[in-house]
């Protein structure tokens, strides 16, 4: 779970507990619309409340003028607001495009969507809420089914159906009345990494992949070694057959193998190495180690079969190159960007192949 919706989540059970008097202790401010060159792109979220802020809408005099604003509709109570931000001299920014970011008052009708939220971070949902009239909000699944709100009555009269507008991301429509609304993606994340090994290397790969968008499933049989307290995106596999959770691994995943075994490396190396290659984002291995154990992993795996092809995609040593540090930290660091930098091409990949068959 995002910082932002962990802390909402906090914020409306506060009030849904009636600590405080009633108003609104937070607003989630959402990058609605943009224009030309801007720090981040729309569907960026951040939740500010009187004293703190979580997230980030990128910085800078645009970021202090949006916690303002939502401080200033916090100690008056407005409810929602849609403002447009030029980033030119007014702000003191030189992107020169143009930011419209969405306010909302994040009070106990929130409460019920952001529960749902929580339990989906896996999967994409769509969030429909009303900035003019009646404080609307609805929430779909990714084909378009409502998972809650008045569905039928907040789409009627919309220039189109829910569909057509999911195609262009998070942006704001208006129905036939002219009334806004902020369609919002919260999209789960793509990438999916595999990690056998819960030693020093491994649990500094999780700690740098903490805030990242990615999913961890961590591996190891040693249930012990496995912190008490693990980041949002991580979920803990103890077992004693890691093989079968890497060929069974959904098509796409990244594996990275680090055991405290050479020989059960091999064994998960062999297990992902067997697995077909898929479409235009095929998985990515790494395996932890020196040129030498690579030599010695090659020669292993031909004589069990795997061919010349599959063994010249797996990369060992691992990491981005240049960075020679072997501590622990440093390692975690030069894998954490060599795995973005892998899956920024697939996503890229993924993203020319939909716009094709579209």
């Known amino acids: 779970m995002e910082d932002w919706l962990k802390a909402a989540l906090e914020q409306a059970g506060i009030e ?23 720090p981040r792109e729309p569907g960026t979220k951040m939740l500010v409340d009187a004293a703190r802020q979580w ?5 800078g005099h645009l970021e202090l003028r949006g916690a303002e604003v939502a401080r200033a509709m916090l100690a008056s109570g407005e409810a929602r607001r849609l403002e447009r931000f030029p980033l030119g001299p007014s702000l003191g920014q030189c992107c020169g495009g ?25 999967q994409d949902s769509w969030r429909l809420v009303a900035f003019d009239g009646a404080p609307d909000l609805a929430l779909f699944d990714a084909d378009g089914k409502p998972l809650q709100g008045a569905a039928a009555s907040l789409l009627a009269g919309a220039r189109a159906g829910l569909d057509a507008h999911t195609r262009a991301g998070t942006h704001v429509l208006r129905d036939l009345e002219g009334r806004r609304w902020l369609l919002d993606k919260i999209e789960a994340p793509r990438a ?34 496995f912190p008490a307290a693990l980041p949002h995106n991580v979920t803990v596999e103890a077992t004693d057959m890691p093989e079968a959770l890497a060929a069974n691994a959904a098509p796409g995943t990244s594996f990275l193998v680090m055991t405290h075994s050479h020989a059960l490396d091999q064994r998960v190396a062999e297990a992902i190495l067997k697995r077909p ?56 660091i030069a894998v ?12 890229a990949c993924q993203a020319e192949t939909h716009s094709e068959r579209s």
Do not use: Y
Request: with cysteine; net charge neutral; hydrophobic share 45%.
């Open 55 to 59: 997230g980030t809408v990128g910085g």
């Open 16 to 38: 849904h507990a009636g600590i405080d008097d009633g108003r609104a202790r937070a607003v989630l401010v959402t990058v609605a619309i943009v224009e030309g060159s801007v």
């Open 277 to 332: 290659s898929f479409g235009p984002s095929p998985d990515w291995f790494g395996l932890i180690g020196s040129n030498t154990k690579r030599k010695q992993f090659e020669h292993r795996l031909r004589e069990r079969g795997i061919p010349d092809a599959r063994l010249d995609a797996m990369v060992c040593p691992i990491g981005v190159p240049g960075i020679e540090g072997k501590q622990p930290a440093v390692i975690a």
């Open 336 to 347: 954490a960007a060599q795995l973005l930098m892998v899956w920024e091409a697939q996503g």
């Open 98 to 122: 143009v930011v419209h970011l969405a306010f909302e008052a994040v009070g106990e009708e929130h409460l019920s969507q952001l529960r749902t939220l929580a339990m989906r971070r896996k």
């Open 192 to 225: 999916h990494l595999m990690l056998f090994g819960a030693g020093h290397v491994g649990a500094a790969i999780v700690r740098a992949l903490a805030d990242l968008p990615c999913r961890v499933t961590w591996v190891d049989e040693r249930d012990d070694m």
